[in-house]
Nanobody, 119 residues
Framework: QVQLAESGGGLVQAGGSLRLSCAAS????????MGWFRQAPGKKREVVAK????????YYADSVKGRFTIARDNAKNTVSLQMNSLKPEDTAVYYC????????????WGQGTEVTVSS
């Protein structure tokens, strides 16, 4: 089994920054893609950012482009999400996820970390 542990959520004012981190442990796949999703109250879970095993290829939702940056450290089995210029609409529970292969449904999920952006 694979365990994902997120950290770094909290309360921040609009325009502020937060950095989320996620550490993978257990029987992690040999090469895996990682990413972040979020789910706001009353809304569906949506992908925020994704990054390939190599770290070279990334994807960002249009709503966060230019404000969020995803990065990974394969030696430490971690992925981070630097969130700048936060907006109230970024308020959500953020989940870390792992894909063993490809970009279908993630194979593993973290428990989530809450981010609240006040106006």
């Amino acid at each position: 089994q694979v365990q994902l542990a997120e950290s770094g959520g909290g309360l921040v004012q609009a325009g502020g920054s937060l950095r989320l981190s996620c550490a993978a442990s257990g029987r992690t796949p040999s090469r895996y893609n990682m990413g972040w999703f979020r789910q706001a109250p009353g809304k569906k879970r949506e992908v925020v950012a994704k990054i390939r095993w190599s770290g070279v290829s990334t994807y960002y939702a249009d709503s966060v482009k230019g404000r969020f940056t995803i990065a990974r450290d394969n030696a430490k089995n971690t992925v981070s999400l630097q969130m700048n210029s936060l907006k109230p609409e970024d308020t959500a529970v953020y989940y870390c996820a792992i894909w063993s292969t490809g970009w279908g449904d993630p194979d593993y999920w973290g428990q989530g970390t809450e981010v609240t952006v006040s106006s």
